[in-house]
């Protein structure tokens, strides 16, 4: 049976570029979890990439057909952002998988498959170097959502709070601090990867 691994972490811990940088190396050939969103396409997003980008119809429909992993919804100053993942493309028979989440989805996950094939990596960063980091991702967008980038960096701090992360029983092996450079974090997640699978 294959595992799921979830790479967790708050708003700009630099969860997208350690992801990116597992997946281009990829030496335990893992696949990936392309989730959905019913929030804006961003500036540089391509559908089915980042997100696929889904109606509150659509995103409904595979509620109904018990196709949706987890679920979360962010109140933001826009309206409800709805952020979810769909079983469809996940078979653990065949595939090990990695995808990005939050403690919340994080436990939806294990409710769905069950924490034996669910792996969690938490990275953890300054919070100055991550406010920095998702202003300077804001400012290039064509239309910069600074009210919603603050409401969610704020959030990140009860989301990801120490009684929260201990509620889960994470192992303090698998929470990585990624204030250095990303070829230190990467070696850091192959190490954790290394006590689970075997390279192929």
């Known amino acids: 049976m294959g595992k799921i691994i979830i790479l967790m972490g708050k708003s700009g811990s630099g969860k997208d570029t350690i992801y990116a940088r597992l997946i281009q190396d990829n030496p335990f050939q893992l696949q990936t979890i392309t989730p959905c969103t019913t929030r804006p396409i961003r500036n540089g997003e391509v ?3 980042e997100y696929y980008f889904k109606t509150l119809e659509q995103m409904h429909q595979m509620n109904e057909q018990k196709q949706i992993v987890e679920l979360r919804t962010y109140q933001t100053v826009y309206g409800p952002w709805h952020y979810f993942t769909g079983a469809q ?5 065949l595939y090990d998988y990695i995808t990005i989440n939050t403690l919340v989805g994080y436990d939806q996950f294990v409710s769905y498959y069950g924490k034996e094939n669910i792996l969690p990596i938490l990275l953890q960063m300054d919070d100055g ?3 920095q980091r998702a202003l300077d991702r804001e400012k290039i967008q064509e239309n910069p959502k600074y009210e919603e980038m603050c409401r969610r960096f704020l959030a990140d701090a009860d989301d990801f709070s ?3 992360i201990q509620q889960r029983s994470i192992d303090t092996e698998n ?3 990624n204030s250095g ?3 230190e974090t990467v070696q850091k997640v192959y190490k954790i990867l290394d006590r689970h699978f075997k390279i192929s």
């Open 47 to 49: 559908e089915g990439r």
């Open 89 to 93: 493309n996940i078979d653990l028979r």
């Open 129 to 131: 170097i991550r406010l």
């Open 162 to 164: 120490i009684e929260n």
């Open 175 to 177: 929470i990585i601090d």
């Open 181 to 183: 450079s990303i070829e």
